[in-house]
């Protein structure tokens, strides 16, 4: 006979035979255990039932392709993606020239008449009328400069609305917009210059005035925000009647503070590492400078021509080269797409065919533009996705959480490389 307490006590049970057996004993932990299990086939039952009421998801898919079928389509029903492909602006009836640029995850649009502001639905989000030949963009912040490089119009939209508007003294050949000023890089020829450098603050009051003779910069920039303060121009030296690359390091009060020259080169691009340090792209090669003006490496292609350059995360640069033996001896294009460190060594390569007229570099994805579409791969250099166009590809931009507008086949394409999630709308 057991006295103990009544859950310790042993069961019995009489069999046919009318023998009494005594039944296993059930201690407090089984117990517990049993209860958490029946708990829990409770609670996946009402969430099941939850789910196929909010996602329309059907049971019979647990039948047909068991469990993984049935939970793929709760997965796909709760998710929230921006649609892939999706034409956002109609350019067919659009004349001249057009330039395109990143506000947020918007588009920025700029005809010869319009500036446009659309989201990725192609909803339009602000308009502003404008008068240009060549347009071109700048984008810093919440402020928008615009600029025609066949003319003397320029101006600034913040917030949407139309800030001010102005004609600049010259024909303009580049502008740019820093943190701290708006760069017009004007001709000079009339005025007996080789170039005029004018910089005014972001509400439009002049700051400096710098008249260039020596060579003819093509190109501005200044990105403070990267701990390089100094003012860069990029253009064409012609001394000692040789035509080579030029690159001037300037402060805020026109002092020079370096330079680079390059023979039978020019330096079309300009990247500002997030280190501070200066990767200047030629055809022939990329230089590397620090913040202090040093020469810190250098990027030679074994005489291929690099065709484009961008910036991959901020930090490293990413270059473009023609396999030019092949092109020559068979006319056909191949590319490799190199990923360099901040001293111009080779990270990493892919191959693409054809010859590549844009990069485009985001956070941690690269897009490619060749002739009929852009390719875009991750950063370790695996394909995510391509759009191909029926003729060709004229522009493209890549925001920094992987939207993509590309222009092509008279219209305006938004594609989403990088698919975003939600989980019941609240991520």
């Known amino acids: 006979m057991n006295d103990g307490h009544p859950a310790d006590r042993a069961r019995t049970r009489r069999t046919k035979d009318g023998e009494i057996m005594e039944e296993p004993r059930r201690t407090p932990a089984s117990r517990l255990v049993l209860r958490i299990l029946l708990f829990l086939v409770l609670l996946a039952a009402i969430l099941g039932l939850l789910l196929m009421a909010l996602t329309g998801a059907d049971p019979a898919q647990i039948r047909n392709g068991g469990l993984p079928a049935f939970w793929n389509q709760v997965t796909a029903s709760l998710s929230e993606e921006a649609p ?51 347009p071109m963009l700048s984008v810093q912040g919440r402020d928008v400069l615009y600029a025609d490089l066949a003319g003397n119009g320029w101006g600034i939209v913040r917030d949407g609305a139309g800030f001010f508007e102005k004609q600049a003294e010259h024909p303009l050949r580049n502008a740019f917009l820093s943190r701290d000023y708006a760069l017009l890089l004007e001709k000079g020829g009339e005025a007996g210059y080789s170039a005029i450098l004018e910089g005014l603050s972001r509400e439009g009051a002049p700051v400096f005035t710098s008249y260039i003779t020596d060579y003819t910069p093509f190109l501005v920039r200044h990105d403070p925000e990267t701990g390089q303060n100094a003012l860069v121009l990029s253009g064409l030296s012609t001394a000692d009647l040789q035509a080579g690359g030029a690159v001037e390091f300037l402060s805020p009060d026109m002092t020079r503070l370096g330079g680079v020259t390059a023979d039978d080169d020019l ?72 990923v360099l460190d901040a001293t111009g060594r080779m990270q990493r390569e892919f191959v693409v065919e054809g010859r590549v007229h844009r990069l485009i570099g985001a956070p941690d994805c690269i897009g490619v533009q060749t002739g009929q579409g852009v390719q875009f791969f991750d950063a370790a250099g695996a394909e995510i996705t391509a759009f191909h166009a029926k003729a060709s590809v004229q522009n493209a931009v890549l925001t920094s959480k992987g939207l993509a507008y590309i222009q092509a086949d008279g219209a305006v394409t938004a594609l989403r490389v990088k698919e975003r999630k939600r989980f019941l709308g609240l991520f």
């Open 84 to 134: 892939r492909q999706q034409v956002v602006a109609d350019l067919t009836g659009v004349e001249g020239e057009t330039a395109m640029a990143i506000l947020n995850e918007n588009l920025l649009l700029c005809t010869t008449g319009e500036l446009r502001c659309l989201d990725a639905e192609g909803t339009e989000q602000w308009v502003k009328p404008v008068d240009l030949t060549s």
């Open 267 to 338: 330096y079309a691009s300009v990247l500002q590492l997030a280190n501070g340090s200066t990767a200047l792209v030629g055809a022939q090669s990329v230089k590397l400078v620090d913040r202090e003006f040093l020469a810190v490496g250098e990027y030679d292609p074994e005489g291929n021509p690099i065709t484009a350059a961008a910036l991959l995360d901020g930090a490293s640069p990413v270059v473009a080269v023609l396999d030019g033996k092949r092109y020559d001896t068979t006319r056909q294009e191949k590319s490799w797409v190199r």
